[in-house]
């Protein structure tokens, strides 16, 4: 069992940065995946980035690409998501996900079926 725990959402002006923090209970967080998901208003949840269990391969969507980075501690068991030149379409709920994949691959991390947990949301609103 593990739970997830997003913080550093907040409202931001158009080109500004955050860092998200995904905080997991758990001793064996370090066998586990994580994504970072997002769901706008009135749109279907999408997939953001994605880390293996070790950190050593990443995955981001194109529209994120150059501006978001993921990156995990395992050692203090949290996920990051660095936001930087943030843009208003930007806007949404952020989500973290993780379950433990035999093979981590680009296909499954973007799945957010493949996910079993999940935290509760951060808000992140990007004005222009």
């Not at 150059?66 to 709920?93: C, H, W």
């Not at 994949?101 to 609103?125: C, K, L, M």
């Amino acid at each position: 069992q593990v739970q997830l725990v997003e913080s550093g959402g907040g409202m931001v002006q158009a080109g500004g940065s955050l860092r998200l923090s995904c905080a997991a209970s758990g001793r064996t967080f370090d066998r586990y995946a994580v994504g970072w998901f997002r769901q706008a208003l009135g749109k279907e949840r999408e997939f953001v980035a994605g880390i293996s269990s070790s950190g050593d391969i990443t995955y981001s969507t194109d529209s994120v690409k150059g501006r978001f980075t993921i990156s995990r501690d395992n050692a203090k068991n949290t996920v990051y998501l660095q936001m930087n030149s943030l843009k208003p379409e930007d806007t949404a709920v952020y989500y973290c996900a993780a379950d433990w994949f035999p093979i981590y691959s680009g296909r499954r991390s973007i799945d957010r079926s493949a996910y079993e947990y999940w935290g509760q949301g951060t808000q992140v609103t990007v004005s222009s």
